[in-house]
């Protein structure tokens, strides 16, 4: 079994920070990258942020510049540092985690999700 927990959701207003932390456990043979989706209502899962093991980054355009990735391999965790927020940055926020378990194949494991809200 593999396990991905998110943390620091909340509520904040136009223009403030916060920051995600989700933490791989369990079973984990090799972590490929880790990253964040978010899904706002009535709007499809979309990528916010990837990083690989050799810490390559990947952004959607609409939070480049604003959020930034970074992980730490010796604790299997990922972190999002997310400024200036937008109303539009509302959604639910989703830990992504590209890995395999020992005896497992490589597949997409997904956390359960932390709420973000950005209203005046």
């Known amino acids: 079994q593999v396990h991905l927990v998110e943390s620091g959701g909340g509520l904040v207003q136009p223009g403030e920070s916060l920051r995600l932390s989700c933490a791989a456990s369990?079973?984990?043979?090799?972590?490929?990258?880790m990253g964040w989706y978010r899904q706002a209502p009535g709007n499809q899962r979309e990528l916010v942020a990837t990083?690989?093991?050799?810490?390559?980054?990947n952004y959607a355009d609409s939070v480049r510049g604003r959020f930034t990735i970074s992980s730490d391999n010796a604790k299997n965790t990922v972190y999002l540092q997310m400024n200036s927020l937008k109303v539009e940055d509302t959604a639910v926020y989703y830990c992504?985690?590209?890995?395999?378990?020992?005896?497992?194949?490589?597949?997409?494991?997904w956390g359960q999700g932390t709420q973000i809200t950005v209203s005046s």
């Open positions: 992504n985690g590209d890995l395999a378990g020992w005896g497992s194949i490589r597949r997409n494991y």
């Open positions: 369990g079973n984990i043979g090799k972590i490929y990258a």
């Open positions: 990083i690989t093991t050799d810490l390559i980054t």
